[in-house]
C-alpha cells in the first residue's frame, strides 16, 4: 500500500522547500512503484504563491488520520502560518495519527507552536536560531544540524536541506540502495561529505572576505600543524602584534580561538562521519591527542566525541 505524504504550504513559503523535497519522493516512487501516495496540501487550497510568487496547487487539509508522512514547507510565510489555528490543529491531529510528521527550515516553526517539539531536539536554518530559541524555549535546538531525528518528529535545516531530510526518510523506508539511485538522479550527496554541520566556520571566519581570507583557508588546510600565533603572522606577513590586532578586528576572534573553531569544525565532522578511530581524527584535526580534543569538544559542543558519534548514528538509524 503506497505510504501517504502529504506536503503542506502556506503564503509565502519558500518554493525549494517543497519542490526539493517533492521531487526526492517522486523519483525514489520510480525505483519503487508504489511507494508514495504525494499530495500539496494547505489551510486556505487552489494556488497558493511562494515566496518567489511561483505558485504550486494545493488540496484542502482534509482528513490526516490516512496519513503516513506529513511534511510541513518554511519560508517567509512560517510565522503567520503559525498562528492559523486550522493548521496547528491538522498538524496537531496529524502528529496524533500519521507514523511521522516532519519540517523544512522554518517550517518547524509550526511544528514547535503546535506543540510538537517541546523537549525534542529539533533544528532549523542557523538564522534563525536566536528568534526561534526565544519564542520556543522548551526545544532543545541544534542550530548546525543539517537534519534531525527525534522518535518519528524530523526537522531539518535550511531551504536544500529538506532534500537531505528526503533521502534519509527514503532509506528508512525503502533501502540504502534506493536512497542513493535517488541521490544521483537528483545530482546531490546521499549525505552530505561534511557531516551535519549547516554553517561553516570558515565562511563565519571570513563574512566580508577580507584579508585574511587566504591564511584562514591555509589554516583549514593545515590543521594538523602547529599553528601558533607566531606562524600566523609569519604568514600574514605581519609582525605577531599587529597581526593578533588585526586579526581581531576582523574576525572577532583571537588566532588561537580560530584555530580551536576550524578544528573543532573538521573535527566534529570526522566524529559524525564515524569513519575513523577518535584517536586519529584528533591528530588529524591538530588536538594532538583525543583527552585534548574531549575537553574542546565538551566546551564547544556540551558532549563529548563519542556521544555526538552515536547521535549521529542514531539520527541515520
Same mark, same amino acid.
Do not use: F, K, N
Given at each position: 500500500m503506497p505510504r501517504a505524504l502529504a506536503l503542506v504550504i502556506f503564503p509565502n513559503f519558500q518554493i525549494i522547500d517543497a519542490a526539493g523535497p517533492l521531487g526526492a519522493f517522486e523519483i525514489a516512487a520510480r525505483y519503487c512503484p508504489g511507494a508514495y501516495d504525494i499530495s500539496v496540501r494547505a489551510a486556505t487550497p487552489g494556488e497558493v504563491a511562494s515566496s518567489s510568487?511561483?505558485?504550486m496547487t494545493a488540496a484542502p487539509l482534509g482528513d490526516p488520520s490516512r496519513l503516513d508522512t506529513l511534511v510541513v514547507a518554511g519560508g517567509e510565510g512560517s510565522r503567520d502560518a503559525m498562528r492559523d489555528p486550522s493548521l496547528l490543529a491538522f498538524t496537531r491531529s496529524a502528529?496524533?495519527?500519521a507514523r511521522r510528521v516532519s519540517s523544512v527550515c522554518s517550517g518547524a516553526y509550526v511544528l514547535a507552536a503546535a506543540g510538537l517539539l517541546d523537549g525534542r531536539r529539533a533544528t532549523t536554518h542557523w538564522s534563525l536560531s536566536e528568534d526561534f530559541t526565544r519564542r520556543f524555549p522548551a526545544v532543545r535546538l541544534e542550530p548546525d544540524r543539517i537534519w534531525i531525528r527525534d522518535g518519528e518528529v524530523w526537522t531539518s535545516a535550511g531551504i536544500t536541506a529538506g532534500i537531505d531530510l528526503a533521502l534519509a526518510m527514503i532509506e528508512a523506508d525503502l533501502g540504502e540502495t534506493v536512497a542513493r539511485r535517488t541521490a544521483q538522479q537528483l545530482v546531490v550527496y546521499h549525505r552530505r561529505p561534511s557531516g551535519q554541520s549547516q554553517f561553516s566556520a570558515l565562511l563565519e571566519l571570513d563574512a566580508g572576505g577580507g584579508r585574511f581570507a587566504p591564511l584562514l583557508a591555509w589554516m583549514r588546510e593545515n590543521l594538523a600543524e602547529r599553528l601558533s600565533v607566531d606562524r600566523l603572522a609569519e604568514r600574514a606577513a605581519m609582525s605577531e602584534r599587529n597581526f593578533a590586532r588585526a586579526f581581531l578586528a576582523e574576525t572577532r /576572534?583571537?588566532?588561537a580561538r580560530a584555530?580551536?573553531?576550524l578544528r573543532l569544525e573538521a573535527?566534529?565532522?570526522?566524529v559524525e562521519d564515524g569513519a575513523r578511530p577518535i584517536d586519529v581524527i584528533a591528530r588529524t584535526a591538530g588536538f594532538g591527542d583525543p583527552e585534548r580534543m574531549r575537553r574542546a569538544f565538551v566546551r564547544a559542543f556540551g558532549?563529548?566525541?563519542?556521544? /555526538?558519534?552515536r547521535a549521529a548514528r542514531g539520527a541515520a538509524a
Open positions: 510568487g511561483a505558485r502528529a496524533a495519527a /576572534l583571537t588566532p584555530v580551536e573553531r573535527a566534529r565532522a570526522a558532549q563529548p566525541p563519542q556521544v /555526538l558519534r
